[in-house]
């Protein structure tokens, strides 16, 4: 029989793992890579980290940044913050009067010395502390611009010493520290989950050579991602920032590495039975593929849900990951498997599956598992249920209202520092002032609206560096709040500031600034978990009756979803009070944690109950439920734990948002591997049994006798 006609069978399979087809295959992803590795190099270059990348399109402080360019540049102060407790001496206040001199001869990385604002003392007699505020231009560069900015204006100041503290801090200097923190994030991320990765498949595969194979085609797979989102981002408007592609990285490692389990797991088993190689491929794509496809287009669907998102970094999060996840899918399903079939059985070595051994998937701990389960599974299933449902009421402790720049990093940057040293000596806002834009009419009685706000320096208002007076008609100015910016006290400012400006007749004014974004993009971020989470779920639940062709089976999937996440979130909610200390999480940390847990952790859910299907088509339901978790036992909880790794390499981070969805995430993705998956799935679909298929004939039928596919034969053996 020819190779043709041995395709007719499993022929999508036989393109990838055909005799020929491999080396086609092969050589057709080694011209992708030698045309896409240049520009992946090149993704950080197209990264977009202004602010209008991050902030709600619509909103308010969105507005009145855009209105502000026709004034002036967009700029950032960098407040340099000079300080002794028991007074600055004459030497001291020398050496900040030739600073200031040589900061206003400052032109680099955007810097416009020139309107250098100070020195600005806490009080006229003995003073004990000195502000300089120092502008920064902002351009599409965004962060990758004032990190040199402030290392331009820390050569001039130089640091502390000789007991006065010297400091940069307000939004230049805190946007430099965020700037550090993400330095190197594709890198470092690379590497950890690297690492991770080669760790994880040394413990599941038990072979040197065999974890090359993964690596190389989610390599691949990660390269051609980064290029084709930057060619995207340099030439269809796609935005990409630091968060975008930080969690590019991850997700194409973490899910690519388990679709490369799932499916040699099954090439594995098949191998044992079938002594051609390039056979055995073709069943175990033709027979896994399904699963694995429905597992990618899960997570394909769920993150271009978020395209309906408020908030501008989210949205962009969307079509980034939907990218990476849909190249990683390919790569699996194609390079992947043709590397196999190319390298044959030694692959595997030390622990080659030979033809005709028996699987040790039939007497392992899983087959044990399952068979324990099947005797009392009613009470199984509602004391793991009952226990799940204890945990998620750590949520009472979760605090998903942002957290202050303060307490946002893992250590404490020199601008957080300055940040509590200036707030002992001047009013806690300054240095990031409101803005407000109104009508030239009724600007005056705008100002006084302002002036007379609680929570604002009355004699504060003025207009900011570098700004044109007036522009068609409209004026800018600032005005500084009494309490820290990134407080919940100064959004209750903006907040009161905001009606009342709104208030004066034909003003068309308008409030924004630093402290006016963080609001706005607290109330998006709101909207959007509010929209987006419900909208995954539909997505997951129609993606799984799809596969199934069942309604019970999904509906139960879905549930068990839902109470694994509330369960990641309330025993993490407790750890980050009790055991990390953080302050509390972002707005947007349960939504990120639910569309990637429940995005990615439903893979196992799909490979294990696909399994089972098909299981049942041949003996029962219930014998089907026992088989299918014997045989994807081992595989799904490596595939976890090869997940959970990758998500906590986000702990390599100094920022505490990443940790904390690292930590959620993994401890999520655990979570249903070893208990959503093994024990409540198993146990629920024992316990409902045949009825778990309804309405597909399964429900009535149950199996019991159902044909074998036929197994394609091949004339050469090529084992």
Not at 19 to 45: C, G, I, M, N, Q
Not at 628 to 642: K, M, Y
Not at 692 to 713: F, N, S, T
Request: proline residues 6%; charged residues 20%.
């Amino acid at each position: 029989m020819t190779e043709a006609r041995d395709g007719r069978g499993k022929g999508v399979a036989y393109l990838v793992c055909g005799r020929r087809a491999k080396w086609l295959v092969l050589v057709l992803w080694v011209v992708v890579l030698f045309l896409t590795a240049p520009l992946a190099l090149k993704l950080s270059d197209a990264q977009d980290n202004d602010a209008q990348s991050w902030l709600p399109g619509s909103a308010e402080s969105t507005q009145v940044l855009e209105i502000s360019e026709d004034f002036r540049p967009e700029q950032i102060p960098a407040v340099v913050v000079y300080a002794r407790e028991s007074g600055l001496t004459a030497e001291d206040r020398a050496r900040i009067d030739e600073d200031v001199r040589q900061l206003k001869q400052l032109s680099d990385h955007g810097i416009r010395g020139a309107e250098t604002r100070g020195p600005v003392y806490d009080r006229e007699a003995d003073p004990r502390a000195a502000q300089v505020l120092v502008p920064i231009t902002m351009d599409e560069e965004g962060w990758d611009r004032i990190a040199p900015a402030v290392d331009s204006i820390r050569d001039v100041t130089g640091e502390s010493g000789g007991g006065l503290a010297v400091h940069i801090t307000g939004p230049g200097g805190t946007s430099a520290d965020f700037s550090e923190a993400f330095e190197g994030i594709d890198s470092t991320l690379l590497f950890a989950a690297m690492g991770v990765v080669i760790v994880m498949l040394l413990i599941t595969y038990r072979s040197p050579t065999l974890l090359v194979v993964p690596l190389l085609a989610v390599i691949a797979a990660l390269f051609t991602a980064q290029a084709l989102i930057y060619l995207l981002a340099e030439h269809g408007g796609l935005t990409v920032n630091g968060q975008s592609a930080g969690i590019l990285t991850v997700l194409v490692f973490g899910a690519g590495t388990d679709y490369a389990l799932l499916l040699v797991a099954r090439y594995r088993e098949e191998l044992r039975r079938h002594e051609d190689r390039h056979e055995a491929m073709a069943l175990a794509l033709h027979r896994a593929g399904p699963a694995v496809i429905a597992s990618g287009a899960t997570v394909v669907l769920s993150m271009l849900v978020l395209l309906v998102a408020e908030m501008n970094s989210t949205k962009s999060l969307g079509p980034v990951a939907a990218i990476g996840i849909a190249v990683a899918l390919l790569a699996m399903m194609t390079l992947f498997p043709a590397l196999l079939v190319i390298f044959g059985r030694w692959i595997f070595w030390p622990v080659i599956p030979h033809h005709g051994t028996a699987d040790p998937a039939e007497r392992g701990v899983w087959a044990r598992t399952g068979r324990g389960i099947a005797r009392r599974p009613r009470m199984i299933w509602a004391v793991t249920a009952a226990v799940l449902a204890l945990c998620s009421l750590g949520m009472i402790q979760l605090r998903a209202e942002g957290i202050s720049n303060a307490d946002a990093f893992t250590d404490t940057p020199d601008s957080i520092v300055g940040q509590e040293v200036s707030e002992r000596y001047f009013p806690a806002g300054s240095g990031d002032p409101l803005f407000i834009v109104s009508n030239r009419a009724q600007a005056e009685e705008v100002g006084r609206t302002v002036a007379t706000t609680p929570g604002v320096v009355p004699d504060s208002l003025g207009l900011p560096p570098g700004a044109k007076p007036e522009h068609e008609g409209r004026v800018l100015f600032e005005a500084t709040m009494s309490d820290p910016a990134d407080s919940e006290a100064a959004k209750q400012t903006v907040e009161r500031v905001r009606d009342a400006v709104h208030a004066v007749p034909d003003a068309d004014a308008k409030v924004g600034g630093g402290t006016a974004a963080l609001l706005d993009m607290d109330r998006a971020t709101t909207h959007d978990n509010v929209l987006i989470i419900p909208l995954v779920l539909v997505v997951v639940l129609l993606i799984l009756c799809a596969l199934l062709r069942a309604l019970i089976a999904p509906l139960l999937l879905v549930a068990t979803v839902i109470l694994s996440f509330t369960a990641a979130l309330g025993i993490s909610a407790l750890a980050f009070r009790y055991a990390f200390d953080y302050a509390g999480e972002t707005t947007d940390f349960p939504l990120f944690v639910f569309v990637f847990l429940v995005a990615l952790g439903i893979d196992y859910n799909i490979f294990l109950t696909t399994r089972i299907r098909e299981e049942a088509a041949r003996q029962g339901t219930r014998p089907g439920v026992v088989t299918g978790l014997a045989a994807t036992g081992a595989v799904i909880t490596s595939a976890g734990l090869v997940l959970a790794g990758t998500f906590a390499a986000l702990g390599t981070l100094p920022l505490v948002a990443f940790a904390e969805i690292g930590f959620a995430v993994a401890l999520g993705v655990l979570l249903d591997t070893f208990v959503v998956r093994s024990v409540l799935v198993t146990s629920l679909f024992l316990d409902v049994g045949p009825k778990v298929w309804w309405p597909h004939r399964l429900a009535r039928e149950d199996g019991g006798g159902a044909p074998p596919e036929p197994v394609p034969k091949v004339t050469r053996p090529g084992g």
